[in-house]
């Protein structure tokens, strides 16, 4: 069936260098691919995502890169901040006549060092 | 602000109990979505709803039902909890409408944490 999987599953790095989160998905149908960062104690939340038709996208210190032929997605946060610690959930789906409906990776658990 | 409400924060139920989780959003969205997240197996879709009285099976829907009998509420149902549904329950909404763009955007609500003893 559909899958996408998410490495690594926790990161740790110092504050102020880079974070990356790697994903791969199996169904070459997928066309939409959405992260979303959880805070303890809350849900989910979206924080950038891309499409099919674009091979990067860029929000301030988060970045996406697609590789479409080789199903695979990235997530990088520059300048990590005390706040980016979260677990972070990469995402692919394709669009159907009535839902979407997304699979979602294991989630990696973000830690940043001050 | 979307608004995606959960009708409690921790659970605490029997085995062989029926349960229900409740969850409203304020967006008049009409897609709506359970899920249940556990450690390292990430967010997975219990079931779906895309309109009023509509749903459809996830990909672990087995010991649970759905109903929404109002655009705004979707409630989970566990007929019988069993101790393997411990878990953190996750209700999400999105919009869409037929021919017009769907952003596919879910919008979570803060959880429901079930313990099942």
């Known amino acids: 069936g559909e899958n996408v999987e998410q490495h690594p599953s926790t990161l740790s790095v110092q504050e102020g260098d880079s974070a990356v989160i790697k994903c791969t998905y199996s169904?070459?149908?997928?066309?939409?691919f959405p992260w979303y960062k959880q805070e303890l104690g809350k849900g989910p939340q979206l924080i950038i995502d891309?499409?099919?038709?674009?091979g990067e996208k860029k929000d301030q210190r988060i970045a996406v890169t697609l590789n479409k032929t080789a199903k695979h997605f990235s997530l990088h946060i520059t300048e990590t901040q005390p706040e980016d610690s979260a677990v972070y959930f990469c995402?692919?789906?394709?669009?159907?006549?009535?839902?979407?409906?997304?699979?979602f990776g294991s989630g990696t658990r973000l830690s940043i060092r001050p | 602000d979307v608004k995606v409400t959960q009708s409690s924060r921790y659970l605490v139920k029997r085995t062989g109990e029926k349960v229900f989780l409740e969850c409203v959003q304020d967006?008049?969205?009409?897609?709506m979505f359970w899920y249940r997240q556990d450690p390292g197996l990430g967010l997975r879709l219990i079931y779906f709803?895309?309109?009023?009285?509509?749903?459809e099976k996830g990909d672990i829907p087995e010991g649970y039902s759905v109903s929404r009998e109002k655009k705004e509420r979707f409630s989970l149902i566990l007929e019988s909890a069993s101790t393997n549904q411990t878990s953190m329950y996750l209700c999400?909404?999105?919009?869409?409408?037929?021919?017009?763009?769907?952003?596919?955007?879910?919008?979570f609500g803060p959880g429901t944490r079930l313990t099942v003893l």
């Open positions: 709803s895309y309109d009023v009285k509509m749903k």
């Open positions: 999400a909404s999105s919009f869409f409408r037929l021919g017009e763009p769907s952003t596919d955007t879910q919008y």
């Open positions: 995402a692919a789906s394709r669009f159907y006549s009535s839902a979407s409906k997304i699979i």
């Open positions: 891309i499409r099919s038709n674009v």
């Open positions: 169904d070459s149908a997928s066309n939409y």
């Open positions: 967006m008049d969205h009409e897609n």
